[in-house]
């Protein structure tokens, strides 16, 4: 029973889309800086692009500005290629599918990026609430952004949980991080609580954790990461001025 829960909810819910995020991102920390040798000023966000371009010579500062509004400031280092010899290198790392032109919706490069919440869709409410029913009786309060009813007819909010673990796979974060996060942040949602509301609100968020850090989540995961994988190259390809 409990294994097809977490498989049924799984399908259903819990921040699995990736065209989901919070309007306040999360910004990298580093971004790679460097000089071409027909002085241009280079900068990767992006994995891929920041390790080339350190390899070769660029140099990894700190920044605390949107990526949209990304200054030149900070140290550069000289790198042995042209622009257009960097460009080459930075075209080539071009993640399969990828359209540089319209690349996926996620956090830090699309500042409209808005989070989903816990749950997509009528038909995801509706079944899922017959299951939770079953299992959780009156401590569910039919609602996935609210999911524990207690007994004195408060509902405990998991949304601000599942806005931040869209957020950190959007923003391609270490998944097993992400999701003992997620876990940690829907607990302390439970803390104060008493008795059977206080079973009810941490088994729910035991279920919740168990669905986004089982198998069947991985394929959203690593769509995830996929999609933000193409958005960070698109933008240092622009960035650049390679595209």
Same mark, same amino acid.
């Given at each position: 029973?409990?294994?097809?829960?977490?498989?049924?909810?799984?399908?259903?819910?819990?921040?699995?889309?990736?065209?989901?995020?919070?309007?306040?991102?999360?910004?990298?920390?580093?971004?790679?800086?460097?000089? %071409?040798?027909?002085? =241009?000023?280079?900068?990767?966000?992006?994995?891929?692009?920041?390790?080339?371009?350190?390899?070769?010579?660029?140099?990894?500062?700190?920044?605390?500005?949107?990526?949209?509004?990304?200054?030149?400031?900070?140290?550069?280092?000289?790198?042995?290629?042209?622009?257009?010899?960097?460009?080459?290198?930075?075209?080539?790392?071009?993640?399969?599918?990828?359209?540089?032109? %319209?690349?996926?919706?996620?956090?830090?490069?699309?500042? /409209?990026?808005?989070?989903?919440?816990?749950?997509?869709?009528?038909?995801?409410?509706?079944?899922?609430?017959?299951? /939770?029913?079953?299992? =959780?009786?009156?401590?569910?309060?039919?609602?996935?952004?609210?999911?524990?009813?207690?007994?004195?007819?408060?509902?405990?909010?998991?949304?601000?949980?599942?806005?931040?673990?869209?957020?950190?796979?959007?923003?391609?974060?270490?998944?097993?991080?992400?999701? /003992?996060?997620?876990?940690?942040?829907?607990?302390?949602?439970?803390?104060?609580?008493?008795?059977?509301?206080? %079973?009810?609100?941490?088994?729910?968020?035991?279920?919740?954790?168990?669905?986004?850090?089982?198998?069947?989540?991985?394929?959203? =995961?690593?769509?995830?990461?996929?999609?933000?994988?193409?958005?960070?190259?698109?933008?240092? /390809?622009?960035?650049?001025?390679?595209?």
């Amino acid at each position: 029973m409990k294994g097809n829960f977490v498989t049924a909810l799984t399908a259903l819910v819990l921040c699995l889309s990736t065209g989901a995020a919070l309007a306040t991102t999360t910004l990298p920390a580093v971004v790679v800086r460097g000089t %071409s040798i027909d002085q =241009y000023s280079l900068a990767c966000t992006g994995y891929d692009c920041a390790s080339f371009l350190e390899s070769i010579g660029g140099i990894s500062t700190s920044y605390r500005t949107p990526v949209a509004g990304m200054g030149d400031g900070g140290a550069r280092g000289l790198v042995g290629l042209t622009r257009a010899q960097f460009c080459n290198q930075l075209a080539s790392q071009k993640p399969s599918g990828c359209n540089p032109a %319209s690349p996926p919706s996620v956090p830090i490069y699309d500042p /409209m990026w808005e989070a989903n919440g816990c749950g997509t869709g009528a038909m995801a409410n509706f079944f899922l609430g017959l299951v /939770m029913d079953s299992l =959780y009786a009156d401590h569910y309060s039919g609602n996935l952004d609210r999911p524990v009813h207690t007994s004195n007819g408060q509902n405990i909010s998991f949304l601000g949980a599942c806005n931040k673990h869209d957020e950190c796979w959007g923003s391609g974060g270490a998944r097993g991080a992400c999701d /003992m996060a997620f876990r940690v942040a829907m607990e302390g949602q439970c803390n104060g609580l008493t008795g059977s509301d206080s %079973s009810a609100c941490f088994g729910i968020a035991s279920t919740y954790f168990g669905a986004v850090s089982s198998d069947a989540a991985t394929e959203h =995961y690593d769509e995830s990461v996929s999609n933000h994988s193409c958005a960070a190259w698109a933008y240092d /390809m622009r960035r650049n001025g390679c595209t």
